[in-house]
């Protein structure tokens, strides 16, 4: 069974700039949330998704935008990029909100 | 919003001997608390979670215990293996959402 995929793995951008980064989820979940990992802050969680609705969000500005598609596959898109936008950014899904989330293996995104 | 502390912040033990990682929280409306491995350039993974309805669950080497009185939970890892050597993240939520609010985590180091 593959577990969450998410692209791409490891990105540079510069200040000003905005990035779109994509998760598909494990085959079957229905709910998709993404967290922001950083030495400084850890993981944060910054939003959710259960059939295509944003059902929570984290105190993050409003730069931080995501969406969710049919098919349970989600983006996540920070615009106007800061220095301390990077940060490993970890998608996770679940067969249902509230159950075991099992997340990916991150993007690594880098801001100069 | 809800607050996890983890500690000690890193941890070393002896092959063989046992691990134990304290976690306290904030908020008395969660009731749901995971506990994830993370290894070098991976996402977090699950190990092991309890619900506020019991005191203990326990999965081969690896138990977790829960005191909602006191607010804190801990992770107890016997017969510690080098394959154990990771940061090991705590959570909780009031569930019925996936909005976790980690403990900045805890490096084990299990010394051959």
């Known amino acids: 069974k593959a577990g969450v995929t998410q692209t791409p793995r490891y990105l540079i951008k510069t200040r000003g700039q905005q990035v779109t980064l994509s998760c598909s989820p494990i085959s079957g979940h229905r709910s998709v949330s993404w967290y922001q990992q950083t030495p400084g802050q850890g993981l944060q969680f910054l939003f959710e998704?259960?059939?295509?609705?944003?059902?929570n969000k984290g105190n993050f500005p409003g730069r931080f935008s995501g969406r969710q598609f049919s098919n349970s596959r989600s983006e996540m898109n920070v615009s106007t990029l800061e220095l301390g936008d990077s940060a490993l950014y970890l998608c996770?899904?679940?067969?249902?909100?509230?159950?075991?989330?099992?997340f990916g293996e991150g993007s690594r995104l880098t801001v100069l | 919003g809800e607050n996890v502390e983890q500690h000690p912040s890193t941890l070393s033990v002896q092959e063989g001997d046992s691990a134990v990682i304290k976690c306290t929280y904030s908020?008395?409306?969660?009731?749901?608390f995971p506990w994830y491995k993370q290894e070098l350039g991976k996402g977090p993974q699950l190990i092991i979670d309890i619900r506020s309805n019991v005191g203990e669950k326990k999965d081969q080497r690896i138990a977790v215990t829960l005191n909602k009185t006191a607010k804190h939970f801990s992770l107890h890892i016997t017969e510690t293996q080098p394959e154990d050597s990771a940061v090991y993240f705590c959570a909780a939520s009031r569930g019925g959402n996936n909005r976790l609010a980690f403990g900045k985590g805890n490096q084990v180091v299990v010394i051959p």
């Open positions: 908020d008395s409306a969660s009731n749901y």
């Open positions: 996770a899904s679940s067969r249902e909100i509230g159950g075991e989330l099992f």
């Open positions: 998704y259960f059939s295509e609705t944003q059902r």
